[in-house]
Structure formats: C-alpha cells, structure tokens
Nanobody, 125 residues
Framework: QLQASGGGLVQAGGSLRLSCAAS????????MGWFRQAPGKEREFVVA????????FYANSVKGRFSLSRDNAKSTVFLQMNSLKPEDTAVYYC????????????????????WGQGTQVTVSS
C-alpha cells in the first residue's frame, strides 16, 4: 500500500514536498517512482529511485528543480519540488516495484504494479 501526501496550492517559483509512505513491501530493495497527470493529458514520468543502489532518474522537465530521496527506516520517499511552474500542475502519483530495472524501464508506468492514490499539486501563475 502506498500513501501519498503533501500536495497543495503554491505560487509559481514556490516549493512543495511530497511524501509517499509504503507498507507491505520490502522497502529497502523496492524501487519507487513518481508520475503526474494533468487534466486532458496522459500520465507522465517524473522521477524514480532504484532500490538497491538509490540511483535516481529524472524527467528532463524537472531536472535541477526536483529532488527525490528515500528514508528506508521510515519506508518513505520524499519528492522535494522547487522553482515550481504552472505547467507542473497535476495529480502526482507515487508508484513502486519490487524489481530493480535498467534505467529506461523506470519511465514506463506499466512497469509499476503498485500505486498510491494521488495528491493534487496546483501552481498558480
């Protein structure tokens, strides 16, 4: 089970931190990802962190602005979002997979069997 939290309304240029708490997984070896979906658009990859080695993979659109970290003791990942833009407005979903993939596989939502409920992020201009 994945529980996402931390969404909200923020002005452009502001920051938010999303959290995703996991249960029922061997968290330390699971890989975690974030996707987002804006109204009328397909779900898109944001970032992922691989379980065994903590390598992170970012979408080009968020590189340098977003940072993903994990606390294995709390079975939680944290997505720090800085310099937010109106185009970051979306419902953000956390996802998990027990398998460690090669980098490219993390970009595909179909490779994640476990999903949280989503949290709304709205960035006003």
């Amino acid at each position: 089970q994945l529980q996402a939290s931390g969404g909200g309304l923020v002005q452009a240029g502001g920051s938010l931190r999303l959290s995703c708490a996991a249960s029922g997984l061997t968290f330390s070896t699971s890989s975690m990802g974030w996707f987002r979906q804006a109204p009328g658009k397909e779900r898109e990859f944001v970032v992922a962190i691989r379980g065994p080695d903590r390598n992170t993979f970012y979408a080009n659109s968020v590189k340098g602005r977003f940072s993903l970290s994990r606390d294995n003791a709390k079975s939680t990942v944290f997505l720090q979002m800085n310099s937010l833009k109106p185009e970051d407005t979306a419902v953000y979903y956390c996802a998990a997979v027990k398998t460690a993939y090669n980098a490219g596989s993390y970009y595909n939502a179909n490779n994640y069997p476990y999903w949280g409920q989503g949290t709304q992020v709205t960035v006003s201009s």
